[in-house]
């Protein structure tokens, strides 16, 4: 087991490489499949455990894989099982865009139901609805997702909640149906508009991407493509609000500015400087910065993947924030550890109501989670004394060599076996 010590304290300058989209990576890889005939080769892929685990489970099905840097090619020509069922299936969210891919390949599929970060109830109705919608037959049978059709035929669907993993899924199912498809309240994530233009480049015909309405027309088949994946919207926003928080100057290169406007907002209403060049935004903050509230959206409003981090920043603020979490219940588990540090956070259902305090106060502390470990890094950071943070596996699933990133940047952060 592993922890990260950090002595906080100081400020953070510099500049920082961000990786590719670990949202996008994570459901690009098991679209690739889709794929009857030549290699993909997906680039920009980020060096994390989530990424491990969807190659170890694209091997269990049979895929040819090759990882070169940050590169990864998938021939799935030869794919053997269309059964998922293993370990790495049933911890990973994403695994369930195996269900998409399958269905439109090959007419059937069987995964185990996904698992994901404990962060509230994570239904698949609206997956279900749309495959359903398409002509497939869909049972939940010991624990799997059974999914059979004899052909599947284009419709209009009108999801009931914006979900990017019903809008991948179903969007990814649809470009081998018969016909058009139109899905209506889609989610407009970037992710989602890296996905779209990955099926395009194997030969897929999807408009509309990034609104709420996307149209796909069928096609026969789809070939492999090279593809590079999009830079990380949520890494990039981690490291601007621990820029803000430790009261630095840091240039986060390569990033889309336009995808970090609602976090670019919120910290300039909060008065730090925040500046957008072509693919970079500069974040700096001298001093405590001024209270705000929060409501987490689907995109374009602000992530909810980046609350617990921005969480962190708002327990140093000055006067009273509220923040409130609109799409995962369950998304506060920090705050105990926080709280341990000295903040003053009060949760009632899904809002949070943060005092600000002078300072927070290095312990011991535990990442439940992803977004719960991002936070407790910046805790970290920004804390008086020394920090230690267990369950960092969590953070290993979706920030890559996190400690040596904010090592450039002037952090004294290190990496401890225990
Ligand atoms: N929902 C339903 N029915 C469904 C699907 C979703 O009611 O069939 C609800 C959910 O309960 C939730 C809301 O719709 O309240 C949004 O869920 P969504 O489907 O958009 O989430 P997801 O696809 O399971 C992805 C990311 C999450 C991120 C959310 C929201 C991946 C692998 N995960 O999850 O990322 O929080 O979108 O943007 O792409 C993270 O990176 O830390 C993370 C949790």
Redesign the pocket.
């Known amino acids: 087991m592993e922890k990260l010590v950090i002595k906080g304290g100081r400020p953070i300058l510099g500049q920082v490489e961000i990786s590719g989209a ?2 996008a990576a ?2 690009i890889l098991p679209v690739a499949i889709i794929a009857s005939k030549g290699k993909c080769i997906i680039e920009n892929i980020p060096d994390i455990e989530d990424v491990n685990c969807i190659e170890r489970i694209l091997e269990d099905l049979g895929c040819e894989i090759k990882r070169e840097n940050n590169s990864v090619s998938i021939d799935s020509t030869n794919i053997i099982s269309m059964d998922a069922n293993t370990e790495d299936v049933r911890k990973m ?2 695994s369930y865009y195996l269900i998409g891919a399958l269905l439109a390949r090959f007419k059937k599929a069987k995964v185990d139901l996904p698992g ?2 404990p ?9 279900i609805k749309g495959f359903e919608a398409l002509g497939a037959t869909v049972t939940i049978e010991s624990g799997a997702v059974k999914v059979e059709a004899d052909r599947l035929i284009g419709t209009s669907i009108y999801f009931d ?6 809008t991948i899924n179903v969007m990814t199912a649809a470009t081998l149906a018969e016909g058009t498809t139109i899905l209506e309240n889609s ?1 407009k ?1 970037p ?1 989602v508009v890296d996905v779209a233009n990955f099926l395009n480049s194997m030969g897929a015909s999807i408009k509309g991407a990034g609104t709420d309405v996307i149209r796909i027309i069928g096609v026969k088949e789809l070939t492999g493509c090279t593809y590079s994946v999009i830079p990380d919207q ?1 890494e990039a926003g981690t490291f601007m609000i621990a820029a803000a928080a430790c009261g630095g100057e840091v240039t986060i290169n390569n990033v889309i500015p336009k995808h970090l406007e609602s976090i670019s907002a919120k910290l300039m209403e909060m008065g730090a400087e925040v500046h957008e060049g072509g693919d970079s935004v500069t974040v700096k903050a001298k001093g405590r910065l001024k209270a705000v509230n929060i409501k987490t959206l ?1 995109y374009p409003g602000f ?3 980046v609350q617990q981090p921005m969480n962190t920043l708002l327990c140093i603020s000055e006067g009273r924030s509220i923040i409130n979490e609109s ?2 219940e369950a998304r506060f588990k920090h705050v105990d550890e926080l709280k341990k540090m000295g903040a003053s956070i009060k949760v009632e259902g899904s809002v949070a109501t943060v005092d600000g305090v002078d300072k927070l106060i290095g312990t011991v502390v535990t990442a439940s989670d ?2 719960a470990g991002a936070a407790l890094v910046i805790a970290g950071l920004i804390a008086e004394g020394t920090t230690e943070i267990l369950g960092i596996e969590h953070i290993d699933r ?1 920030y890559p060599n996190i400690e040596e990133k904010f090592r450039s940047i002037g952090a004294d952060i290190t990496r401890v076996t225990i």
């Open positions: 670990k949202n994570v459901a969210r994403a994901g970060c962060i509230g109830v994570r239904p698949i109705d609206q997956h909640v914006v979900s990017v993993g019903a989610a994530e992710h949520i689907p992530p909810t993947d799409i995962w992803l977004r979706g």
